[in-house]
């Protein structure tokens, strides 16, 4: 397949080249691949999300056969079922990069043949259209397709999400049966869109990311095109809720439905990387700097507003929020682009702090239940997480179960990269990868035991002595910084300085964009000793955050930590703590799935207060839980 001359400056090591060999993530990738992805493979299939698809197959038969008027209603609720599939799909695909296994696959292939047998011969798929084509079943939806997709038919935002199924499963396979069905869908919307006949801003964003990858795969130029003109046909005057208000060049502020946000920006990333449109990068710049500066929880989510999944005013942050498991997902996608353009650090410290908070929160420890909403605070007994008080065996809207699936499967991706003659460390976690820089294979591996850990030992294993340079990712809150902003500090002493050393000698690397920078001819084998040290750290709010006024969080490396009242005796707001609160990180193997603790000392309460990573709230029984507790003015 060819592939495009234009592309990001900076390429990710893929994931299938980088393998987790232990810790944190790896426990939580086992847990993916044996509970969650064959749980979320039967939900698809209990609740009648696949069934829709060979209802839609029924009617297209039977017409042909010259039933005129049979059709079908569908058995689920919304339009955009059919989305939920396709992710579970494109996750089945990355898991059996993986780890192959051909009955897993075969049942892939089941599922593709029925997606296959619902696809309308001039390429349309949509399953609630095509299983009752003579009016509307969902009042979403309009009588002509596509019409209401500005609005809430979801026709586009589904294909979005086929073609990166379909180009994940053409990956991970060499098969085509999907990729196949992916192009005829393409060519319909070339048919009816890429001549500007029609002229529709997407209801809700992916189909950027997804045409990106359709282009990648397949050279076709009007692949990209095609996401341009989506992009071109939004504002001014549409809805705010979808990012519909201006034209994507003139908005500067992330609004609206969060989830649609952040894959609209990825999608300017991607589109911008794919053709050099300036303009996209300049705009999405300004846009991340308003999230980083005024919106993002300390958890690394956004959206905190339920009503609208939406965005806020600046500085909206409040403890109750909604935070969106998907819109977790989607910043990190959109991070992950920003720091392709630019090499710039900052976007995969706030990508860090979110995969190891906001994100990994919306799934337990056993992979079965999951958080829809991720907020900071929680009283214990509110049915907050879409009518369910907890972790949630699924949703009617499911978005997020297979969203956390599909990205767990992919997380590797995020790991390296590489640039000329550089190699970017972005991701710390035990594990072993191979790339590509300047011509020479290089395996690298991580010895560490991080995020509960600052030591970390890079072996860096050159085919044959090479020159090149190594950029390791100093994160912020290493430099006294917990975001790239003034939106949280730390409220208590300066942060104790990180070190280097090469083949056991200290080295004094040059920090650029982040990052220490390492140039020397590297001998197979060659060992660099990064040591972060890792304090507690107490965090307090920018004063605009109201939510946040006179309390505190406690954080250490990347992790947020949180208060449950598991034992049902303190309540999180009759914590008292202040600047000078003692705490100490107790390392506790088997509790949560092995994590470090924090014990506050000088607290009055019934039982020492002993703080949980936030990440694994929920996992012990429906408790109180704050992530902020008030201060005391000493
Ligand atoms: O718009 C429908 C669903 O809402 C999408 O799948 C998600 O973005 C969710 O927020
Ligand atoms: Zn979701």
């Not at 592939?3 to 939580?28: H, L, M, N």
């Not at 990825?266 to 999230?291: F, H, Q, S």
Request: net charge neutral; charged share 20%; glycine share 8%.
């Amino acid at each position: 397949m060819p592939s495009p001359a234009a592309d990001y400056p900076i390429r990710p090591v893929p994931f299938t080249a980088v393998r987790i060999t232990g810790g944190f993530w790896q426990k939580r990738q086992a847990v993916n691949l044996a509970t969650t992805v064959p749980y979320a493979i039967r939900q698809c299939e209990d609740t009648g999300r696949l069934r829709n698809f060979d209802l839609a197959a029924e009617t297209l038969r039977r017409r042909a056969a010259g039933e005129t008027t049979f059709q079908n209603k569908p058995v689920t609720i919304y339009p955009f079922d059919d989305s939920d599939v396709y992710k579970v799909m494109e996750g089945i695909a990355y898991a059996l990069h993986v780890r192959p296994d051909p009955v897993l696959e075969a049942r892939l292939d089941g599922w593709i043949a029925r997606v296959v047998a619902a696809q309308e011969p001039d390429g349309y798929l949509y399953t609630f259209r095509t299983m009752h084509p003579d009016s509307p079943v969902h009042e979403w939806i309009d009588e002509k397709r596509w019409l209401k997709d500005a609005d809430l038919s979801h026709e586009i935002y589904n294909l979005g999400h086929l073609y990166e199924a379909g180009v994940a499963h053409f990956e991970a396979t060499g098969k085509r049966t999907l990729l196949d069905a992916c192009l005829r869908s393409a060519e319909l919307l070339w048919r009816d869109f890429g001549d500007r006949r029609l002229r529709v801003a997407p209801g809700h964003q992916v189909i950027e990311m997804g045409l990106a990858k359709l282009h990648r795969v397949t050279g076709d130029a009007r692949w990209i095109e095609l996401a341009k003109i989506f992009l071109a046909a939004r504002g001014p005057g549409g809805k705010a809720y979808s990012q519909q208000h201006l034209p994507v060049t003139q908005q500067t502020e992330a609004v609206g439905h969060a989830v649609r946000a952040n894959y609209m920006y990825a999608g300017m990333a991607d589109v911008a990387a794919l053709t050099g449109n300036a303009d996209y990068v300049a705009a999405i710049r300004k846009i991340w700097d308003n999230v980083a500066e005024k919106k993002l929880s300390l958890t690394g989510g956004v959206g905190p507003l339920q009503h609208g999944e939406a965005y806020g005013a600046d500085y909206e942050l409040p403890n109750a929020c909604y935070n969106e498991t998907c819109a977790a997902i989607a910043l990190m996608m959109w991070n992950q682009r920003m720091f392709l353009f630019t090499g710039e650090a900052r976007y995969h410290d706030v990508l860090e702090r979110t995969a190891h908070n906001g994100f990994i929160s919306g799934v337990s420890l056993s992979g079965d239940r999951f958080f829809y909403p991720n907020p900071l605070a929680y009283d214990g007994v509110a049915k907050n997480n879409h009518d369910h008080a907890g972790r949630a065996p699924w949703f009617g809207c499911a978005c997020c179960p297979p969203n956390l699936m599909r990205t767990l499967a992919a997380l590797t991706g995020w790991f390296y990269a590489v640039r000329d003659n550089s190699i970017y460390v972005n991701f710390y976690a035990p594990n072993e990868g191979e790339a590509n820089v300047a011509g020479v294979e290089v395996r690298l591996t991580q010895a560490t035991d991080y995020p509960w850990s600052g030591t970390i030992r890079l072996t860096v294993t050159p085919e044959k002595p090479a020159a090149f340079t190594v950029r390791l990712r100093i994160p912020g809150w290493a430099q006294g910084r917990p975001v790239p902003s003034d939106l949280y500090t730390y409220a208590d002493a300066a942060h104790p300085a990180w070190s280097l050393r090469v083949a056991g000698e200290p080295v004094a690397a040059a920090l650029e964009n982040g990052y220490a920078v390492l140039t020397r001819t590297w001998q197979p084998g060659d060992v660099v000793e990064l040591e972060l040290p890792m304090p507690v750290h107490k965090v307090r709010g920018h004063p605009r955050i109201e939510a946040v006024r006179r309390r505190l969080a406690f954080e250490r490396g990347p992790v947020v930590y949180a208060f449950e009242d598991a034992a049902g005796q303190t309540n999180p707001e009759a914590i008292t703590v202040s600047c000078a609160t003692r705490a100490g990180a107790h390392a506790q193997p088997g509790l949560l799935g092995d994590v470090v603790t924090l014990v506050l000392e000088d607290v009055a309460a019934p039982k020492p207060v002993a703080l949980i990573p936030y990440c694994t709230w929920n996992n012990r029984g429906l408790a109180p839980m704050a992530v902020w507790l008030p201060e005391t003015v000493d």
